[in-house]
T-cell receptor, first 108, second 113 residues
Framework: QKEVEQNSGPLSVPEGAIASLNCTYS??????FFWYRQYSGKSPELIMS????GDKEDGRFTAQLNKASQYVSLLIRDSQPSDSATYLC????????FGTGTRLLVSP | NAGVTQTPKFRILKIGQSMTLQCTQD?????MYWYRQDPGMGLKLIYY???????DKGEVPNGYNVSRSTTEDFPLRLELAAPSQTSVYFC????????????FGPGTRLLVL
């Protein structure tokens, strides 16, 4: 059974701080890694994708991948109240396996 | 482009009833997926399709059926609805099967009583 593990949270950070979201996965053959953001009652939307070890930056978001440790993370710099949502980690080769998500709360 | 559209938005079914959840995409994507999301849980893959006429089971296919007669449409059929099928159903599509963003529809909330 391929598994993707995330801390359910909530992770509470003040506005302007860095939020760090973590995800571990069980399938060493996984080659694609995604972070989706899901607001309450809405559908998931892609935030970041990463395929190789290291960091990938896009605006305030940085995805980090360590395949040896089977670990992927998402850093959100200068967190805003509008970042408050559930963040889903998804891992896969052909079919994605989703984690249960981490709820992030950014307080003004 | 409308992207991925789903109908209905919300439906209440009685145990044993059947229904079809509709999904349409206008991005000419070959790959389409059906997921269910239970409260506080991640997405579970029900079925997916790699093109018209080709479908395959995902992680939780029992109690569901799909068909893919066109590139645009990928309906999900529930036969003999059960309370365990109460969930939010998301349809998604992507251009390629791997290494590719999946675009999600707005979801269908289903309640089976």
């Amino acid at each position: 059974q391929k598994e993707v593990e995330q801390n359910s949270g909530p992770l509470s950070v003040p506005e302007g701080a860095i939020a760090s979201l973590n995800c571990t996965y069980s399938d060493r053959g996984s080659q694609s890694f995604f972070w989706y953001r899901q607001y309450s009652g809405k559908s998931p939307e892609l935030i970041m994708s990463i395929y190789s070890n290291g960091d990938k930056e896009d605006g305030r978001f940085t995805a980090q991948l360590n395949k040896a440790s089977q670990y992927v993370s998402l850093l959100i710099r200068d967190s805003q109240p509008s970042d408050s949502a559930t963040y889903l980690c998804a891992v896969g080769f052909q079919k994605l396996v989703f984690g249960t998500g981490t709820r992030l709360l950014v307080s003004p | 482009n409308a992207g991925v559209t789903q109908t209905p938005k919300f439906r209440i079914l009685k145990i044993g009833q059947s229904m079809t959840l509709q999904c349409t995409q206008d991005m000419n994507h070959n790959y389409m997926y059906w997921y269910r999301q239970d409260p506080g849980m991640g997405l579970k893959l029900i079925y997916y399709s790699v093109g018209a006429g080709i479908t395959d089971k995902g992680e939780v296919p029992n109690g569901y059926n799909v068909s893919r007669s066109t590139t645009e449409d990928f309906p999900l059929r529930l036969e003999l609805a059960a309370p365990s099928q109460t969930s939010v159903y998301f349809c998604a599509s992507s251009y390629r099967l791997r290494d590719e963003t999946q675009y999600f529809g707005p979801g269908t909330r289903l309640l089976v009583l």
